[in-house]
């Protein structure tokens, strides 16, 4: 568990991005302000975890394209293992798909390298103390994202699915095991098996529970329409 910031006087801040150069040029800023300390450095998320026990940092500050564990997986890992620790992406990345990818998992503020250091300063002090923040040009970025979801038709709630891993999973989600799954769309009960694995993995959940949950949670496994039609009388 990070320490809460009353537990010191100073800010201190853990810096996870795989450039040399520009952790170098991060930390000398960071540790130019008399109220933030860099505690440790990493060019990867492998042992983040790990680091941020030793190191108990109030702050991580992030690169979105780590090597090995991306930084918005490293993001959503934290928030499971260490949830009251906020992580500020720093990034190069305009993509508004990164961006929305990192709000997802958790990020308490997305900055674009390049950002000024009073910027930078300010952004680590503000999740800091619990706030959110994004630079100016990504703010415009989220609202005209948003603005652009308000006006579009809903769409699927796992959009990352295939149609066949949607149709197996609304029938996970009614308490199906594959062997009904597989009779019911007239598929081998291996093959359910492969879809079940792969919707596991986009989902990002390890038991066929945290699936059920998930699908549940966005309107999946409702019995059909005429279910109550067809059941025979008691």
Excluded: C, W
Aim: net charge negative; charged share 25%.
């Amino acid at each position: 568990m990070a320490d809460t910031i009353e537990d010191h006087s100073h800010i201190r801040v853990l810096i996870v991005d795989d450039h040399p150069l520009f952790r170098s040029g991060l930390r000398a800023a960071l540790d130019s302000a008399a109220d933030i300390d860099v505690v440790a450095e990493a060019g990867d998320a492998e042992a983040l975890d790990v680091l941020v026990d030793e190191t108990r940092p109030h702050v991580v500050v992030m690169d979105a394209g780590l090597p090995g564990i991306p930084g918005t997986e490293a993001v959503r890992r934290l928030g499971s293992s260490h949830p009251s620790l906020p992580v500020l992406m720093l990034t190069m990345s305009q993509d508004d798909d990164d961006l929305l990818a990192a709000l997802r998992a958790g990020a308490r503020g997305y900055l674009v390298k390049g950002s000024g250091r009073e910027a930078v300063l300010s952004a680590v002090r503000t999740v800091a103390a619990g706030g959110a923040v994004f630079g100016p040009e990504v703010a415009g970025r989220i609202a005209a994202r948003l603005a652009g979801v308000r006006r579009a038709a809903p769409g699927p709630p796992f959009p990352e699915l295939t149609q066949r891993e949607a149709e197996v999973l609304d029938l996970v989600a009614r308490g199906h095991d594959n062997r009904r799954i597989a009779r019911e769309l007239v598929l081998s009960e291996k093959t359910v098996r492969n879809n079940v694995s792969r919707i596991f993995a986009k989902l990002h959940v390890a038991h066929r529970a945290e699936a059920v949950s998930q699908a549940r949670d966005a309107g999946l496994g409702a019995p059909p329409p005429d279910a109550t039609a067809r059941r025979p009388p008691a």
